[in-house]
Nanobody, 119 residues
Framework: QVQLVESGGALVQPGGSLRLSCAAS????????MSWYRQGPGKERELVATIATSGANSNYADSVKGRFTISRDNAKNTVYLQMNSLKFEDTAVYFC????????????WGQGTQVTVSS
């Protein structure tokens, strides 16, 4: 059974930093493209960042470029999202997603972790 468990969400002041983690089990983690998404209050879920299977390549939403960094540790089956210079508009539930091509796309989602940026 595949499980993705996010952690690290918290209440933080504007300008602060957080590191989110997503621990995966029940899959061959190194074969999966990993992504972070977020869904703010009253908003649709949006893609934040994606990292390739090896970790060599990543891409980001324009709204987080230069502030967020996605990384992965395939030995620990974990993907991270380092978030710096947090803004009010970063407030959201953050989800991780694992995706693999097996003739069609197969995806798994975590349950999410809440990040609240407030003074």
């Amino acid at each position: 059974q595949v499980q993705l468990v996010e952690s690290g969400g918290a209440l933080v002041q504007p300008g602060g930093s957080l590191r989110l983690s997503c621990a995966a089990s029940g899959l061959t983690f190194s074969r999966y493209i990993m992504s972070w998404y977020r869904q703010g209050p009253g908003k649709e879920r949006e893609l934040v960042a994606t990292i390739a299977t090896s970790g060599a390549n990543s891409n980001y939403a324009d709204s987080v470029k230069g502030r967020f960094t996605i990384s992965r540790d395939n030995a620990k089956n974990t993907v991270y999202l380092q978030m710096n210079s947090l803004k009010f508009e970063d407030t959201a539930v953050y989800f991780c997603k694992a995706r693999i091509w097996l003739g069609s796309w197969t995806e798994y989602w975590g349950q999410g972790t809440q990040v609240t940026v407030s003074s």
